[in-house]
């Protein structure tokens, strides 16, 4: 059974940085394409970036606009996203997922973390 556990979320001013970790096991990683996925009560998840398995390419949501970077460590088998220049906009409960079904990095996920809340305040 695939488990994947993020952490690293927390209550930050805005401007401040933040990083996410998600950690898996099962090899997950380094044999399937990660992602961060993002949600504000009543309304649809957001894609917000993702890494692909071998290659490490990478995707990222129109919003991010060079302020968060995604990235793993093989070895350990984890994903992390450094967010900076944090905004009140980016406030929401952030998800890891992990190995895409589809042809798009940006949705159908087969594994899901339980969510790390990330608040900025203004």
């Known amino acids: 059974q695939v488990q994947l556990v993020e952490s690293g979320g927390g209550s930050v001013q805005a401007g401040a940085s933040l990083t996410l970790s998600c950690a898996a096991n099962?090899?997950?990683?380094?044999?399937?394409?990660g992602a961060w996925f993002r949600q504000v009560p009543g309304k649809d998840r957001e894609f917000v970036a993702a890494?692909?398995?071998?290659?490490?390419?990478?995707e990222y949501g129109d919003f991010v606009k060079g302020r968060f970077t995604i990235s793993k460590n093989k070895d350990k088998d984890t994903l992390y996203l450094q967010m900076n220049s944090l905004k009140p906009e980016d406030t929401a409960v952030y998800y890891c997922?992990?190995?895409?079904?589809?042809?798009?990095?940006?949705?159908?996920?087969?594994?899901w973390g339980q969510g790390t809340q990330v608040t900025v305040s203004s």
């Open positions: 890494i692909s398995s071998i290659r490490a390419r990478t």
């Open positions: 099962g090899n997950q990683f380094s044999r399937y394409s």
């Open positions: 997922a992990a190995e895409a079904t589809g042809q798009t990095m940006r949705g159908g996920y087969k594994y």
